[in-house]
């Protein structure tokens, strides 16, 4: 990058209000830091050319002096020897007219006197116009290197302002974004205890409900399971009772269904419309019994086994209870 030149700002940075992140108020920031070296730095570089400046000047102004002084010794020892040629030339061409006029000799020593003084005079007025002139040029060259430093100082002043009120508005924007960082972490913070609070209470109330459940469906698989034992016992009792009472029905009673098959079967004749709707009751009930114990299978799936030798006693029973109906008949139409 050239000196002289400053490296183009993204015009994202230009505007300090329109900054909206951390991240581009640090580029911002070290920016303006690499602006402040390269002002610094341009600025010493300026301060050395006019330190060279001025020594090119200094040694200028000994070698024209030394010039000045050469070349005044070389045009006064020209003249010196234009004058001894010039005399040298009179002498001979007086000489070799055939005669020497003193009047004449005299008359051209003055006008070469004269001439030497007009000389001397315009040698005089050459340095002191020479002079004079380099005079005026270390005095323009003091004003043009103090304009220099003088424009230099200012554009360091301008560029430390800048960069000083730069500086401050981004620290200014970046303590502000801050606080709205600290406040947002705060309000973060505060939402986070809030949801740990929610959750723990939600925790609590599924750890709750959930106890709540399981002493609900405890007590349903308890009262079920009671509910099964009992109409298992009630089943048995009563399939005991029903054998029992037909074994004695069987003995008591077979002599006088013996005596009575006839009167049975015309009996048999006029009720079996009654027996088959009782029949059709029956199997409703079975149908009614069997739903029942399929609903307490699919609450209870732990009792499959209670459910199937349940199942397996109604099947028996209901095996036996066709053979003990019929077995009297079958006897009495043998």
Same mark, same amino acid.
């Given at each position: ?58 040694? @200028? ?13 070389? !045009? ?19 000489? =070799? ?32 116009? =020479?002079?004079?002139?380099? !005079? ?30 730069? !500086? ?79 074994? !004695? ?57 209670? @459910? ?27």
């Amino acid at each position: 990058m050239h000196p002289g030149k400053d490296e183009p700002l993204e015009p994202a940075l230009r505007d300090i209000e329109s900054i909206q992140s951390l991240d581009t108020a640090r580029l911002a920031l070290r920016w303006a830091l690499e602006r402040m070296r390269t002002l610094e730095k341009r600025a010493e570089e300026l301060s050395t050319e006019a330190k060279r400046s001025e020594d090119a000047r200094a040694k @200028t102004s000994a070698e024209l002096e030394a010039a000045q002084e050469l070349l005044t010794r070389r !045009v006064n020892e020209s003249l010196e020897r234009e004058r001894y040629y010039s005399k040298i030339e009179e002498y001979l061409s007086l000489k =070799l007219e055939g005669g020497l006029d003193p009047a004449v000799l005299a008359e051209r020593a003055a006008r070469i006197d004269e001439r030497e003084t007009q000389l001397q005079q315009r040698e005089i007025s050459a340095e002191r116009a =020479l002079k004079a002139a380099q !005079v005026r040029r270390d005095e323009e060259l003091s004003a043009a290197m103090a304009d220099l430093a003088a424009s230099a100082e200012t554009r360091l002043r301008e560029a430390r302002g800048d960069y000083d009120s730069r !500086v401050a508005a981004l620290e200014r924007s970046l303590a502000e974004r801050q606080i709205a960082l600290h406040e947002k972490e705060a309000q973060l913070s505060s939402l986070e205890r809030a949801l740990e609070e929610r959750r723990a209470r939600l925790s609590e109330f599924h750890a709750a409900q959930r106890a709540t459940l399981e002493r609900e469906a405890s007590s349903i698989n308890q009262t079920a399971q009671d509910q099964s034992e009992f109409l298992e016992r009630r089943i048995q009792q009563a399939l005991a009772a029903k054998t029992k009472a037909l074994e !004695v029905s069987w003995r008591t009673d077979q002599q006088m269904l013996m005596a009575e098959l006839a009167e049975w079967r015309a009996k048999a004749r006029e009720h079996l419309p009654a027996l088959l709707d009782a029949q059709g009751k029956a199997a409703d009930a079975e149908e009614t019994l069997r739903r029942l114990q399929e609903e307490n299978q699919a609450l209870l799936q732990s009792k499959s086994a209670l @459910t199937e030798e349940l199942s397996r006693w109604r099947r028996q029973a209901q095996s036996d209870l066709p053979t003990c109906g019929k077995d009297p008949r079958t006897r009495a139409d043998a």
